[in-house]
């Protein structure tokens, strides 16, 4: 199960720049269109490993998104708020 809405999935930036290749990985049910143009406010919440930066998106936007040291995100995930 996907629980973001699209992730940039790369192991690591040294990776990236090496094969030049991201992975992009897009739920189905997603409402999250990145082909169409359109006018975005977009977030990011940055910060080190387990220092609570799903909690504060959770804590935000009202999601419920695990969190903890079990969890972890591969890449970059994007979460569509209407």
Do not use: H
Request: glycine residues 8%; aromatic residues 14%.
């Amino acid at each position: 199960e996907m629980l973001y809405d699209a992730v940039l999935a790369f192991e690591s930036l040294s990776d990236f720049l090496t094969t030049g290749e991201i992975e992009f990985l897009q739920a189905a049910e997603s409402k999250f269109d990145f082909t169409k143009e359109s006018r975005y406010r977009i977030v990011a919440v940055v910060g080190l490993f387990d220092k609570g930066k799903t909690w504060l998106t959770n804590k935000l936007f009202g999601k419920n998104l695990p969190s903890g040291k079990l969890c972890s995100t591969r890449g970059i995930s994007f979460l569509w708020i209407e």
